[in-house]
């Protein structure tokens, strides 16, 4: 009797593959996937963390008060004392002001790049959806905002309204909304004519309801990818303008700011426009290949990659069906 059992337990069927194997992944997971395999995405994306990180961080990672002045100690060499990167003409620690400015920078190039994707999404899907005149109005809008030179209107603005963070981020916004407009209407144009549109106007579901239930949803990738790419030109439009003396004012800083302060003294000590000058250009170009990472990881066009395990267990799951 125990041998019968034996041999009955030994010719038992294999344990069936869990199902999760088999469930599919969904459109973010094979986005990420895809994104995680582009070197210069997943580097860009470990640089700009670390900066935010550093940015957040910064109270207790500055060894000076960024505002700090002495007098005595002013235009040091790098690694003289404390000061690792030396101080500027009033005597302030040059690397505790590049990591304040780093917050201030940041947080311009993420609020505008928000605030102008949210003006644009609602322009824009307003605009595509309903066409007719309110299409025409809106976009002969956008057509004036792009006539006008986006540097001279920001300086324009600022030198009526003055500049701080807040107008700082308005006056940025409101130059860098046209271009999600035009990306989210040329959707919109072709994403109203859906059967899936039609069918929701049938079952009696208002047009503010498939606007943001249906068609915003699936203008999300492009939204993002654009938005990525709008805080590197947020951080170069604040540099620029805090260069030319417009944008973020003494006691703040920003890197435009420490720009602008040390071309005074680039005979003197020249690495004090290079720290800064360094930090914008790492962090815009990190930003640039999160952005084509995520284009390129968003694209359907793109040929899907699998992981060696998952093609391994593929193999095993239609080798067995076949048999």
């Not at 990420?32 to 207790?60: C, D, E, Q, T, Y």
């Not at 959806?129 to 540097?151: E, H, K, Q």
């Not at 039609?198 to 203008?219: C, D, P, Q, T, Y």
Request: charged share 15%; aromatic share 10%; net charge positive.
């Amino acid at each position: 009797m125990s041998a019968q059992l034996q041999s009955a337990s030994n010719t038992e069927a294999p344990a069936s593959p869990s199902p999760l194997s088999d469930k599919p992944l969904g459109p973010w997971r094979m986005a990420w996937n895809k994104f995680k395999r582009n070197p210069f995405a997943m580097s860009g994306l470990v640089v700009l963390l670390l900066f935010i990180v550093g940015a957040i961080a910064a109270p207790w990672i500055a060894p000076y008060d960024p505002a700090r002045q002495d007098l005595l100690s002013a235009n040091l060499r790098p690694f003289t004392g404390d000061h690792v990167l030396g101080t500027d003409e009033l005597g302030r620690d040059i690397f505790s002001r590049i990591i304040f400015s780093g917050r201030i920078s940041l947080a311009i190039g993420f609020a505008v790049a928000a605030v102008a994707v949210t003006i644009g999404s609602f322009i824009g899907a307003i605009s595509g959806y309903f066409g007719g005149w309110t299409d025409i109005i809106f976009m002969r809008i956008v057509d004036v905002m792009y006539s006008v030179p986006t540097l001279f209107l920001n300086i324009l603005i600022g030198a009526i309204f003055g500049t701080n963070f807040m107008l700082m981020i308005m006056i940025l916004s409101f130059t860098s909304w046209m271009g999600v407009a035009r990306l989210v209407r040329g959707n919109f144009l072709q994403l109203r004519e859906m059967q899936y549109v039609e069918a929701a106007k049938s079952m009696g579901v208002s047009s503010w309801g498939i606007i943001f239930r249906h068609l915003l949803r699936n203008s999300t990738f492009p939204i993002i990818v654009n938005a990525t790419l709008m805080v590197g030109g947020a951080i170069l439009a604040e540099s620029a303008l805090s260069y030319l003396g417009l944008g973020i004012q003494s006691p703040a800083t920003s890197w435009g700011l420490m720009l602008s302060n040390a071309q005074e003294f680039m005979l003197l000590d020249p690495m004090q426009g290079v720290y800064p000058g360094v930090c914008i250009l790492v962090v815009v170009l990190a930003v640039n290949f999160i952005g084509d990472g995520i284009r390129d990881a968003m694209d359907p066009r793109q040929k899907a990659q699998l992981s060696p395990r998952r093609l391994d267990q593929w193999r095993a799951k239609f080798s067995k069906s076949t048999k």
